[in-house]
Nanobody, 126 residues
């Protein structure tokens, strides 16, 4: 079992920055593939970024350069630094963990991730 708790969301103005945190318990994040997904109102869940067990990092092409994922093994946490936020970044952001239990490897797709956090809301005002 893996428990994931996100935090750091909020209401910000266009151009602001936020850092989302995802603290894990039950497993060590450095041994997992950890990811951030988001779901905007009226839209499907969307891949944001992932960091694999081997430290390989993946980003959605549209977000590369503004968002940065990182991992702190000592705190067993993963972070998402979001800069130059835009109204279209408004969404619920979810942290996810792929333990390998589902036997599928695709860090950009939600299906392999077997544990999810409750989500943290990010609202960017125009």
């Amino acid at each position: 079992q893996v428990q994931l708790v996100e935090s750091g969301g909020g209401l910000v103005d266009t151009g602001a920055s936020l850092r989302l945190s995802c603290v894990a318990s039950g497993r060590t994040v450095s041994a997992l593939t950890m990811a951030w997904f988001r779901r905007a109102p009226g839209r499907e869940r969307e891949f944001v970024s992932a960091i694999a067990w081997n430290s390989q990092i993946y980003y959605a092409d549209s977000l590369k350069g503004r968002f940065t994922i990182s991992r702190d093994n000592a705190k067993n946490a993963v972070y998402l630094q979001m800069n130059s936020l835009k109204p279209e970044d408004t969404a619920v952001y979810y942290c996810a963990a792929d333990t390998g239990g589902l036997g599928v490897w695709n860090p950009r797709h939600p299906d392999p991730y077997d544990y999810w956090g409750q989500g943290t809301h990010v609202t960017v005002s125009s």
